[in-house]
């Protein structure tokens, strides 16, 4: 067995503290910061995650709604989307309503009256057309043709 002398072994603790201090620096996954409470911080959007220059945009359909004074915008619209790719609904609205989605599985968003987007997400597991309507004003937005 060899034995090192004082010296040597200082030098090797010391390499092996900054080895897991190092390692231990070297990130985390999540994007979560904690406030000056020490409580985690919500999240700053959960429209979308942030992306590096690198990384595509995952695969969405987005569908702007905007319903001001009893009128739609837009109503009986096309479009086509992927199954179980996120759709996103994003409505303006100066009335409260319900957003229904006729798809395999239903989805049911409540629209409140208020200044600013709402954004509901959803995916469609079965292919074929799905309608999304306004519950209240009886009006057809779109219809979806998932593939």
């Known amino acids: 067995m060899t034995t090192l002398n004082p010296r040597t072994l200082q030098t090797l603790t010391a390499l092996a503290a900054v080895a897991l201090i190092a ?19 919500a999240p700053a959007s959960t429209d979308a995650p942030q992306l590096s220059d ?29 199954a179980k790719e996120p759709i996103v609904v994003r409505v303006n609205s100066d ?16 629209v409140e009256a208020k200044d600013g987007p709402q954004s509901f997400q959803f995916t469609v597991d079965v292919p074929g057309k799905v309608d999304i309507e306004l519950h ?3 009006k057809t937005v779109a219809t979806v043709t998932v593939q």
Do not use: Y
């Open 23 to 41: 390692a231990g620096c070297g990130g985390s996954t999540t994007s979560e910061t904690s406030s000056s409470s020490g409580a985690p911080a």
């Open 54 to 82: 690198q990384q595509t945009p995952p695969s969405r359909l987005v569908i702007d709604v905007t319903i001001k004074g009893g009128e739609v915008n837009p109503t009986n619209a096309q479009f086509d989307a992927k």
């Open 95 to 110: 009335v409260a309503d319900e957003l229904h989605v006729h798809s395999n599985p239903e989805h049911t968003f409540n």
């Open 136 to 138: 209240h004003l009886n």
